[in-house]
């Protein structure tokens, strides 16, 4: 069971973040991705 999440951050200054074009030398964006695997394990002990 692979469980992955996925999520985008934007920060940029007040007013000029909003400027096209120009825009883009006034925010950031940051991705991250997060993957989480669960594996159970069973043992058998046999008498």
Excluded: C, D, H, M
Aim: overall charge positive; aromatic content about 4%; cysteine-free.
């Amino acid at each position: 069971l692979i469980l992955e999440k996925e999520s985008v951050n934007e920060r940029k200054i007040a007013g000029f973040g909003e400027i096209p074009i120009l825009g883009n030398l006034f925010k950031r964006e940051q991705k991250t991705t997060q993957k989480t695997e669960l594996v159970i394990i069973i043992k058998v002990n046999l008498v």
